[in-house]
């Protein structure tokens, strides 16, 4: 069964110093993750998708396959990063397609 | 402007109490989406719909149930609450899917206490 597990519920980072919020996944096919983060009494929103090999606000995430990996990591957090974090899973399951989240990671950046 | 909307943002209501969550969107959005989360917790799938007249039920098993009549509308019902049913509840809409591009646009949530 697809899964996606963020050991980390609590992280608390210094301003300034290197983030990696840990992602794992377990699937069998060809995977597309996304970040979504929703900051303070706002929306969940989509932060980046690894197809895109995009930087959002400063985040990068790669794709480990070998490692079936796809932390988040900035390398020098700033306040406004403080927010809760999570990994999603789509498969194309043609006709049965979702996403699976991970259970989440609040980031505190300690000023 | 194309946005998600939800209706009531917060909810206190007595055991046995019928309730009916509003989701609508402007975004053109073919597929919707409900999803359970507790404080703190992940977000589970509860239902889900490709289009009009299609529903599916999702990864956690609930007791409420929806109907998509409209595009743009997709309620979720309980039809007796019960304090197990105190949660939040996010409704969320996307495109059809395309290669690596599912992008879910969320709305901003229903809080739900039943007494």
């Known amino acids: 069964a697809q899964r996606v597990t963020q050991p980390e519920k609590l992280l608390s980072v210094f301003k300034g110093a290197p983030v990696e919020l840990k992602c794992n996944y377990s699937y069998s096919g060809s995977p597309e993750l996304f970040w979504y983060v929703q900051y303070s009494r706002q929306r969940l929103q989509l932060l980046l998708r690894?197809?895109s090999r995009e930087s959002i606000k400063g985040f990068t995430a790669d794709l480990n396959k070998g490692e079936t990996s796809f932390h988040l990591k900035k390398p020098f957090a700033q306040e406004e990063d403080s927010a809760m974090y999570y990994c999603a899973l789509h498969w194309p399951n043609f006709g049965n397609e979702k996403l699976t989240f991970g259970t989440g990671t609040r980031l505190t950046i300690i000023p | 402007e194309a946005d998600i909307y939800q209706t009531p943002r917060y909810l206190v209501i007595g055991t046995g109490k019928k309730i009916t969550l509003e989701c609508s969107q402007t975004m053109g959005h073919d597929k919707m989406y409900w999803y359970q989360q507790d404080p703190g917790m992940e977000l589970h799938l509860i239902h889900y719909?490709?289009?009009?007249?299609?529903?599916e039920k999702g990864d956690l098993s609930s007791e409420s149930t929806v109907s998509r009549i409209r595009t743009e509308h997709f309620p979720l019902t309980l039809e007796s609450a019960r304090p197990s049913h105190t949660s939040q509840y996010l409704c969320a809409s996307s495109t059809l899917w395309q290669l690596g591009q599912e992008t879910q646009y969320f709305g901003p949530g229903t809080r739900l206490l039943v007494l």
């Open positions: 690894h197809i």
């Open positions: 719909s490709y289009g009009v007249n299609s529903t």
